[in-house]
């Protein structure tokens, strides 16, 4: 289904976040003839649905009643296909799907590239853009990253489109982006679809859409590289131990072996999509500026590196984040919401390093039981009450020399709005004594 096809269309939509929010305004601008008028809500949130007018808004019970009264019900990503309201109104007739989706169908997928994966993606994303940008070529740059995917229905068809998809949206796409480009798989979102192998599933399905021409899988993870034979065309192959090499010799300002694979990754991603990357690699990377939140060195205090990590939100990431720094003393502050993560590696890890871990609520205190059984010392894994407890702790025990690492290894939706939200408030806790 084609955002165009909606024109006179009795619409209804579940949630009032961006992606909604975008939909909303092109329905207004382009389609006169279609209308909102169902709101669905988890909880009511009136501020949030201005933009909707005289739309009905519902909630609870009332949800799968109302929306099966529509013609189309477009969800945004973070309600989830499995939602027993969402199969009632499939099974009245009533198609469902997504902004993104209704976006990727009116572009036929054409000079998309679709980076998906659990880690890696937005940077990803953000570094196939800047190359693009430094080769002469610009590209947009859209999805979970930079615009909401319909706010591209300006765009020349033949610009090229940089797009972060998230499992959520993959779900249930019925057309793929040109390029798929998946950067890792690891256990994730189990919350959201049911069980990790319907997660993997659920993401793997984007190889295997209607209007996918190549993919760019890593070369590193053995469950991407079996993949490629579900393509029907390209497939490419990024994160070989020479490219590396070469990349970890050339002296790129990029900090961790796993941007060393996301910057692999946006090369081969380009290239896929026919964008030849600049020659001077060093050169177009001076003024990349790396995402908020993600391996961020805040402060620098008494010889104390105070670093916001707070977009990790798997052990995976934390793994990374501690890869890092690996000559440097650690403290790391972790934990957030439970997905059931497993903390086995990462207790490890930090058994290894000979760090200090301090756990915040919710995870932290699994975190440090899987610590002090790989061998950290009770006084080295420590439970805090709260973040601001944490940042306390950690800066009594940092010595000169030490990294403070805010890498949670967990969602922040227990205690924060988002991620966003817990980097900032750790950065908020630091002035007290930063001088």
């Not at 070529?137 to 930079?146: D, F, H, M, Y």
């Not at 489109?161 to 982006?177: F, M, T, W």
């Not at 390029?179 to 319907?198: G, I, K, P, Q």
């Amino acid at each position: 289904m084609r955002f165009s096809e909606l024109e006179g269309a009795r619409i209804g939509v579940w949630g009032a976040g961006r992606e909604i929010a975008s939909f909303a305004r092109q329905l207004g601008r382009r389609l006169p003839g279609a209308g909102i008028e169902v709101v669905a809500l988890d909880a009511p949130a009136v501020g949030r649905i201005a933009s909707f007018d005289c739309a009905r808004v519902v909630t609870g019970e009332e949800i799968a009643p109302a929306l099966s009264t529509c013609e189309v019900v477009v969800r945004s990503p973070g309600v989830s296909v499995y939602r027993a309201e969402l199969e009632a109104v499939k099974a009245a007739g009533v198609p469902v799907t997504t902004a993104t989706a209704l976006w990727l169908a009116e572009r036929q997928g054409r000079r998309v590239l679709g980076v998906t994966g659990t880690k890696g993606k937005s940077t990803t994303a953000a570094l196939a853009a800047h190359l693009a940008g430094r080769a002469g070529v610009e590209a947009s740059l859209a999805g979970n990253i930079g615009v909401p995917a319909l706010d591209l229905l300006d765009d020349d068809p033949g610009k090229p489109a940089i797009v972060e998809l998230s499992s959520y949206q993959i779900a249930d796409l019925e057309l793929g982006p040109e390029v798929a480009l998946v950067t890792n798989l690891y256990r994730e979102h189990v919350d959201w679809h049911r069980s990790e192998r319907a997660y993997r599933a659920d993401k793997l399905r984007i190889l295997e859409l209607p209007g996918v021409e190549a993919a760019v899988l890593n070369a590193s993870d053995p469950e991407l590289a079996g993949a490629g034979a579900r393509v029907r065309g390209r497939v490419t192959l990024f994160g070989a131990a020479e490219d590396l090499d070469r990349l970890r010799e050339s002296g790129l300002p990029l900090k961790g072996e796993h941007n060393l694979l996301n910057l692999c990754a946006a090369l081969a991603g380009l290239e896929a999509l026919g964008i030849q990357p600049p020659e001077d690699i060093l050169t177009a990377l001076a003024d990349f500026a790396g995402l908020p939140h993600r391996l961020q060195e805040v402060a620098h205090v008494d010889g104390v590196t105070w670093v916001d990590d707070s977009i990790s939100t798997t052990p995976e990431s934390a793994l990374a984040a501690l890869a890092s720094y690996p000559d440097r003393d650690l403290v790391l502050i972790a934990g957030g919401q439970d997905r059931e993560q497993d903390y086995s590696g990462l207790g490890r890890a930090l058994a290894e390093r000979g760090a200090t871990v301090i756990g915040i609520p919710t995870t932290g205190a699994r975190l440090i039981e899987a610590s002090r059984a790989a061998g950290v010392p009770p006084e080295r894994a420590l439970d805090a009450s709260d973040l601001r407890a944490a940042v306390e702790m950690a800066r009594e025990r940092a010595g000169r020399g030490t990294v403070v690492l805010l890498s949670p290894a967990a969602p922040s939706y227990d205690h924060f709005e988002n991620f966003e939200a817990r980097g900032a408030r750790f950065r908020a806790l630091l002035p007290d004594w930063v001088m």
